[in-house]
């Protein structure tokens, strides 16, 4: 375990943590390199593709070993921004047993990045242990620097049957980092979490009409807010569910049509709140996919039932998304389309 903690934090490693995923049909990520020219004499990049793969076969094969022993400290310290969150909700949720992974053959795409951070994605077939299909995982992995250890930033699962847009990369087959504020794409980078937060609270009529396509991960929200402000109401409650954009990084990459993959995260705060006088208030009971997360707030009204799994006045459910989108450039006649998420539940208060 030193050795491979070593590897992964401090040097490339090699040896692999991948076992072969059975897949079916064509590779979601099949012929999406396209060289295009290089600009001739530029200093080395700060990760090669030698030092990717490895710190890759390092980080999963530590994944797999602090799985299955349960070691949520560990396994939340080779991890850093909303994918820590995540990791650790795994564990927790799971009582410390997360689901185990085999993984397959990734496919890398390494920025050209000449200063630190430095950073590197990975599609990578994941099978999970007592499932028939294998999804798609897209990791992002940064090193601030020279020092620091590669640690998992990002990691989001692309739709099933969707296929990942074709990445642009130079002659040495090195990929092309979009910054944040870049506005050669519909939506700069920055700006993609905030407008699809705006199409998740306002759904298809709302300010992102025009740049965000629908879908079950942007105006349909929309739609299952407006379900559950019906059926709080009908209980006594008053309901609503905030979406917002996080301090997290964002990762983007240049695309063979000029736009751009994007990868960001969210935060969803759904809030349930008694709408009776305080003399009639009655517990009502937390669901049980929350009660992992559920801690009673500092000033809790009624300290004698800081344990019991109900609320009384208010209930707060946070939630980390992360999402993979596609970017068209700016002249392009077409929107903006989330491809690939993950998220959960990481933590929630009563009171």
């Known amino acids: 375990m030193a050795g491979l903690w070593l590897v992964f934090g401090l040097t490339a490693c090699t040896g692999s943590g991948r076992a072969p995923v059975a897949s079916s049909g ?129 990691a989001s699962l692309l739709y099933p049957g969707t296929a990942l847009p074709e990445v642009a990369v130079d002659e040495e087959g090195y990929a092309t980092p979009l910054g944040a504020e870049d506005d050669s794409v519909l939506i700069r980078p920055r700006l993609m979490a905030p407008l699809h937060a705006t199409a998740a609270e306002e759904g298809p009529g709302g300010f992102s009409r025009g740049h965000i396509a629908a879908g079950p991960h942007t105006t349909e929200y929309f739609a299952a807010i407006v379900k559950e402000r019906a059926k709080a109401k009908d209980n006594g409650l008053s309901y609503d569910s905030i979406f917002s954009a996080t301090e997290h990084p964002v990762y983007a990459l240049r695309t063979e049509d000029g736009g751009a993959l994007v990868q960001y995260a969210l935060t969803r705060t759904s809030t349930w709140d008694a709408q009776t006088l305080a003399g009639e208030v009655v517990p009502k009971p937390i669901p049980n996919p929350m009660l992992w997360a559920t801690e009673p707030a500092d000033d809790i009204d009624n300290p004698s039932e800081r344990d019991e799994p109900t609320y009384r006045d208010t209930l707060r459910a946070v939630e980390t998304h992360q999402y993979v989108s596609t970017v068209p450039a700016k002249d392009a006649k077409a929107l903006a389309t989330v491809v690939g998420f993950d998220g959960s539940l990481v933590r929630a208060t009563k009171n």
């Open 26 to 154: 064509a590779s979601p990520v099949a012929a999406t390199i396209s060289p295009t020219s290089a600009k001739p004499d530029r200093p080395e990049p700060k990760v090669t593709f030698e030092e990717a793969e490895s710190a890759l076969d390092a980080y999963l094969a530590l994944d797999t070993v602090f799985r299955a022993s349960g070691d949520q400290r560990l396994a939340t310290e080779i991890t850093r921004d909303g994918q820590r969150q995540l990791t650790a909700a795994a564990y927790l949720s799971n009582d410390l047993a997360p689901p185990r992974y085999s993984w397959g053959d990734p496919t890398l795409f390494v920025p050209r990045v000449e200063q630190f951070p430095a950073w590197f994605t990975a599609v990578v077939g994941r099978h999970e242990q007592g499932r028939e299909e294998a999804e798609t995982s897209i990791m992002t992995f940064v090193r601030h620097s020279e020092d620091a250890r590669w640690q998992l930033s990002f």
